[in-house]
C-alpha cells in the first residue's frame, strides 16, 4: 500500500507559478513511477505528467509542454509539479498518482491516488 498526500495548490493569477508537492508513504517509493493528473468541473480526469521511477524521463501532455515541470527526490519519498505561466483552464484539482509502470499512468491509470488538491487560475 502507497498513501499520497498532496498539497501547494491554491489561488493564482494568470501567468504566476505554482508548485505541487506528492509526499508518499509506505511501500518503497522509488519502485514506482509517478504522475499527475488534474480534473476541471464537469470535465473527465486528464493526464498531466509522469516521471519514471529513477527519474529519468518525464512525459508530458501536450498543453503544458514548455510550462510545467515534474521532478522527484527519492530520498525524501515526494515528486513535485512545478507549474509556470499558469492560464485559467489550468484551474482543475491536481492529484498525483502512482505505478509500477510510467506506461499505465500515461493512459490514466495508476494503482494508488491521492486526494487531490486544487488549483484556480484567476484571470
Known amino acids: 500500500q502507497v498513501r499520497l498526500v498532496e498539497s501547494g495548490g491554491g489561488l493564482v493569477q494568470a501567468g504566476g507559478s505554482l508548485r505541487l508537492s506528492c509526499a508518499a508513504s509506505g511501500r518503497t517509493f522509488s519502485g514506482y513511477a509517478m504522475g499527475w493528473f488534474r480534473q476541471a468541473p464537469g470535465k473527465e480526469r486528464e493526464f498531466v505528467a509522469a516521471i519514471t521511477r529513477g527519474g529519468d524521463k518525464t512525459v508530458f501532455v501536450d498543453s503544458v509542454k514548455g510550462r510545467f515541470s515534474i521532478s522527484r527526490d527519492n530520498a525524501k519519498n515526494t515528486v513535485y509539479l512545478q507549474m509556470n505561466s499558469l492560464k485559467p483552464e489550468d484551474t482543475a484539482v491536481y492529484y498525483c498518482?502512482?505505478?509500477?509502470?510510467?506506461?499505465?499512468?500515461?493512459?490514466?491509470?495508476?494503482?494508488?491516488w491521492g486526494q487531490g488538491t486544487q488549483v484556480t487560475v484567476s484571470l
Open positions: 498518482a502512482a505505478d509500477e509502470l510510467t506506461s499505465i499512468l500515461v493512459l490514466g491509470r495508476g494503482d494508488y
